[in-house]
Nanobody, 121 residues
Framework: VQLQASGGGLVRAGGSLRLSCAAS????????MGWYRQGAGKQRELVAT???????TYADSVKGQFTISIDTATSRVYLQMNSLKSEDTAVYYC????????????????WGQGTLVTVSS
């Protein structure tokens, strides 16, 4: 199973970007997917997560600004980022929690390679 993230880039403050992450390979089902970010000199932090049923969680810092969505048919997760600020500059990592087979055991977790988002002021 692999994750491929895309959509990062350079954007001016106030602008928008949409990140996409696709899971490929053989697995039974998705439990949840999410986005995390790591700024320079900082620890990796949660941005948003979404379950296969559509339940979402957001970091307080991005509530009302970012929107996470999932397409379980294509095993993709998206992060719509609006009103970007310089403090949103970071490498954004996609995370997948999935079940490898019908027994739903174990629950496995996988990280993508990261995509850089740079917000210029």
């Amino acid at each position: 199973v692999q994750l491929q993230a895309s959509g990062g880039g350079l954007v001016r403050a106030g602008g928008s970007l949409r990140l996409s992450c696709a899971a490929s390979g053989t697995f039974f089902s998705i439990h949840s997917m999410g986005w995390y970010r790591q700024g320079a000199g900082k620890q990796r932090e949660l941005v948003a997560t979404i379950t296969s049923a559509g339940g979402t969680t957001y970091a307080d810092s991005v509530k009302g600004q970012f929107t996470i969505s999932i397409d379980t048919a294509t095993s993709r997760v998206y992060l719509q980022m609006n009103s970007l600020k310089s403090e949103d500059t970071a490498v954004y990592y996609c995370n997948l929690n999935y079940y490898p087979d019908y027994t739903h055991r174990p629950l496995l977790s996988l990280w993508g390679q990261g995509t850089l988002v740079t917000v210029s002021s």
